[in-house]
């Protein structure tokens, strides 16, 4: 196995290690590296909707997102709204379209936000999405990702755990 060493998180001040084969994300119709894929991540993570719209994302990258977040193909679709025949058609294009860049951006730069949150637990993180939450209507903050008005209430719920205020 080769190990991978990326900084894509300037705010985490160390390294992301990934032990994966070489292969793993490399097979497939586009083969997009892990070094693109943060490329592109930091990018959607750091632009503002100017530097948006000249930002083309190859339709490989929700493959990987989706891999990084272990999110459920179906659930990613309803993120980006599209169904889930039309998301497997995405993962081949070579651009996505305005739209979909637009919430994966969104999507990107919450669940950025969220492991900052949680101190970078992703298995934190992860079972918080996936709980039940009273802020939220007692809704899982995942349901909510499908809108962007659903992100808005889940950031503001991290807002709430970051600043320790809750009610």
Request: proline share 2%; aromatic share 12%.
């Amino acid at each position: 196995m080769e190990k991978y060493t990326f900084k894509p998180y300037e705010e985490f001040g160390e390294s992301l290690h990934f032990e994966e084969p070489a292969v793993a994300y490399s097979a497939g119709t586009s083969g997009m590296s892990l070094q693109h894929f943060f490329e592109y991540y930091m990018q959607l993570v750091k632009s503002t909707a100017m530097e948006l719209r000249d930002l083309s994302v190859v339709g490989s990258f929700l493959e990987l997102l989706q891999k990084a977040t272990e999110i459920r193909a179906e659930v990613m679709a309803d993120i980006i709204g599209v169904s889930k025949s039309t998301y497997y058609r995405l993962l081949k294009d070579d651009t996505l379209d305005s739209h979909a860049v637009d919430a994966v951006a969104s999507f990107s730069k919450l669940w950025h936000y969220g492991l900052l949150v949680f101190d970078k637990d992703v298995v934190s993180f992860k079972a918080w999405l996936h709980t039940q939450n009273e802020n939220l209507g007692s809704i899982k903050p995942l349901q909510l990702l499908q809108s962007e008005n659903g992100r808005r209430e889940v950031e503001k719920a991290l807002d709430r755990i970051e600043y320790s205020v809750y009610g």
